[in-house]
Protein backbone atom coordinates (compact mmCIF):
# COMPACT_ATOMS: atom_id res chain seq x y z
CA UNK A 1 0.00 0.00 0.00
CA UNK A 2 1.63 2.93 -1.16
CA UNK A 3 0.21 6.57 0.58
CA UNK A 4 1.26 10.14 -0.88
CA UNK A 5 0.64 13.08 0.81
CA UNK A 6 0.51 16.73 -0.63
CA UNK A 7 -0.32 20.16 -0.06
CA UNK A 8 1.44 21.32 2.42
CA UNK A 9 3.06 24.82 2.43
CA UNK A 10 4.12 28.11 4.12
CA UNK A 11 1.09 30.12 5.26
CA UNK A 12 0.19 33.40 7.34
CA UNK A 13 -1.70 32.90 10.96
CA UNK A 14 -5.24 32.44 9.94
CA UNK A 15 -5.24 31.02 6.87
CA UNK A 16 -6.02 28.00 4.75
CA UNK A 17 -4.36 24.66 3.82
CA UNK A 18 -6.30 21.58 2.25
CA UNK A 19 -3.92 18.50 2.38
CA UNK A 20 -4.67 15.05 0.19
CA UNK A 21 -3.80 11.58 0.77
CA UNK A 22 -3.56 9.45 -2.21
CA UNK A 23 -3.65 6.09 -1.56
CA UNK A 24 -2.47 3.15 -4.20
CA UNK A 25 -2.09 -0.42 -3.86
CA UNK A 26 -2.88 -3.31 -1.46
CA UNK A 27 -5.55 -5.12 -3.25
CA UNK A 28 -8.05 -4.14 -1.12
CA UNK A 29 -11.26 -1.49 -1.84
CA UNK A 30 -10.12 2.22 -0.81
CA UNK A 31 -13.66 2.64 1.21
CA UNK A 32 -12.03 -0.33 3.42
CA UNK A 33 -9.24 1.65 4.62
CA UNK A 34 -9.50 4.02 8.01
CA UNK A 35 -7.08 6.93 7.21
CA UNK A 36 -5.66 9.04 9.95
CA UNK A 37 -3.01 12.31 9.80
CA UNK A 38 -0.88 12.74 12.33
CA UNK A 39 1.43 15.67 12.81
CA UNK A 40 5.59 15.83 14.18
CA UNK A 41 6.82 18.79 14.82
CA UNK A 42 10.38 19.94 15.41
CA UNK A 43 11.83 17.81 18.47
CA UNK A 44 8.63 16.75 19.67
CA UNK A 45 6.62 13.10 19.10
CA UNK A 46 4.40 12.34 16.13
CA UNK A 47 0.84 13.36 17.35
CA UNK A 48 -2.49 12.47 16.33
CA UNK A 49 -4.85 15.28 14.49
CA UNK A 50 -7.65 13.30 12.84
CA UNK A 51 -8.92 10.17 11.14
CA UNK A 52 -11.81 8.49 9.09
CA UNK A 53 -13.01 5.74 9.13
CA UNK A 54 -13.36 2.57 6.80
CA UNK A 55 -17.30 2.31 5.43
CA UNK A 56 -19.65 4.25 7.88
CA UNK A 57 -16.69 7.25 7.80
CA UNK A 58 -16.77 8.67 11.43
CA UNK A 59 -14.22 11.28 11.95
CA UNK A 60 -12.33 11.66 14.88
CA UNK A 61 -10.37 14.85 16.03
CA UNK A 62 -7.32 16.07 18.32
CA UNK A 63 -9.10 18.65 20.82
CA UNK A 64 -6.52 20.95 19.69
CA UNK A 65 -7.81 21.29 15.89
CA UNK A 66 -11.44 20.10 16.71
CA UNK A 67 -14.13 23.07 14.62
CA UNK A 68 -10.50 24.20 12.66
CA UNK A 69 -9.74 21.36 10.96
CA UNK A 70 -12.44 18.75 8.96
CA UNK A 71 -11.53 15.05 7.54
CA UNK A 72 -13.28 13.89 4.35
CA UNK A 73 -12.51 10.92 1.99
CA UNK A 74 -13.64 10.56 -1.49
CA UNK A 75 -13.76 7.00 -2.56
CA UNK A 76 -13.74 7.41 -6.07
CA UNK A 77 -10.65 9.57 -5.87
CA UNK A 78 -8.80 7.07 -3.24
CA UNK A 79 -8.15 10.15 -1.81
CA UNK A 80 -8.52 11.60 2.05
CA UNK A 81 -8.46 15.45 2.91
CA UNK A 82 -7.57 17.33 5.60
CA UNK A 83 -9.16 20.65 5.33
CA UNK A 84 -7.36 22.93 7.48
CA UNK A 85 -9.06 26.64 8.23
CA UNK A 86 -7.22 29.45 10.92
CA UNK A 87 -4.46 28.26 11.24
CA UNK A 88 -1.84 28.96 14.16
CA UNK A 89 1.69 28.76 14.33
CA UNK A 90 1.42 26.08 16.88
CA UNK A 91 -0.09 23.88 13.75
CA UNK A 92 3.79 23.93 12.24
CA UNK A 93 4.61 20.57 11.79
CA UNK A 94 5.42 17.77 9.07
CA UNK A 95 2.18 16.36 8.24
CA UNK A 96 1.61 12.55 7.76
CA UNK A 97 -1.29 10.28 6.31
CA UNK A 98 -1.57 6.67 7.43
CA UNK A 99 -3.91 3.73 7.05
CA UNK A 100 -5.16 0.73 8.12
CA UNK A 101 -8.18 -1.28 7.15
CA UNK A 102 -7.46 -3.73 10.26
CA UNK A 103 -7.40 -1.21 12.58
CA UNK A 104 -9.92 -1.26 16.07
CA UNK A 105 -12.20 1.98 16.98
CA UNK A 106 -9.74 2.36 19.90
CA UNK A 107 -6.74 2.40 18.38
CA UNK A 108 -7.72 5.06 15.65
CA UNK A 109 -5.90 7.82 17.12
CA UNK A 110 -2.70 6.10 18.22
CA UNK A 111 0.66 5.75 15.64
CA UNK A 112 0.64 2.03 16.50
CA UNK A 113 -2.59 1.26 15.04
CA UNK A 114 -1.57 2.01 11.60
CA UNK A 115 0.61 -0.33 9.13
CA UNK A 116 0.57 2.00 6.44
CA UNK A 117 2.30 5.34 6.03
CA UNK A 118 3.16 8.26 3.61
CA UNK A 119 5.86 10.55 3.20
CA UNK A 120 5.69 13.99 5.57
CA UNK A 121 4.73 16.77 3.79
CA UNK A 122 4.96 20.39 5.28
CA UNK A 123 3.06 22.84 7.13
CA UNK A 124 4.51 26.39 8.30
CA UNK A 125 2.33 28.85 9.90
CA UNK A 126 3.95 32.28 10.33
CA UNK A 127 2.46 34.42 13.03
Known amino acids: VQLQASGGGLVQAGDSLRLSCIISGGGRPFSSYTVGWFRQAPGKEREFVAA????????YYADSVEGRFTISRDNAKNTVYLQMNSLKPEDTADYYC???????????????????WGQGTQVTVSS
Open 98 to 116: AADSQIILSAVRDIRGYGY
Open 52 to 59: IRRSQGSK
